[in-house]
């Protein structure tokens, strides 16, 4: 049985992770979406909210575990039993930063290996980051987000700004 860990921050989720986590799930008997307790950095929700939005969002792949960690991505990945960290790539910027991790976490971890995929060209564009400032600004996320997400969004900026098409 083949074990596979996607860590990220997911603050918040959005499709082009989603992309990344059911193609993941068609070549891996089991993946683990790892999301990163930093508690160096403010995210825009907690912890807890992002593993709830994380297991809706993919409620309906059957081998798809979401869980939180803080540490070591390798030493959580070895604690699950992983051979294998999947990460997403955007454009070539995300590679040489994602070439520098893997390297560090094969010298860390020898025997877990680190495996990419490319985000759909839909995708390429979304970060976490470019979502949460588009719907702080009142930008509409239709489309990028799973609705649930979207939905929080609504109500953590709900006072400063409205999102389009929201007619409260």
Known sequence: ??????????????NGHL?????????F???????ADNSE???LFAVPERVDMLRAATAHLRNIQVDAF???TVAFAQKRGAVVLVKGL??????EYELKQASMNQRLAP???TVFFMTAPAYYFLSSTLIREVARLGGAVTGLVPQAVEERLRKKFSGKHLLKGDSS
């Open 41 to 43: 950095k403010e995210g």
């Open 29 to 35: 008997d089991t993946v683990v979406v790892a999301v």
């Open 70 to 72: 803080n540490g070591l």
């Open 1 to 14: 049985m083949t074990v596979a860990v996607y860590p990220g921050s997911f603050d918040p989720v959005h």
């Open 111 to 113: 025997n877990l290996d």
């Open 90 to 95: 955007r454009a070539v910027v995300d590679f």
């Open 19 to 27: 992309d990344v986590v059911t193609r993941a799930a068609r070549v």
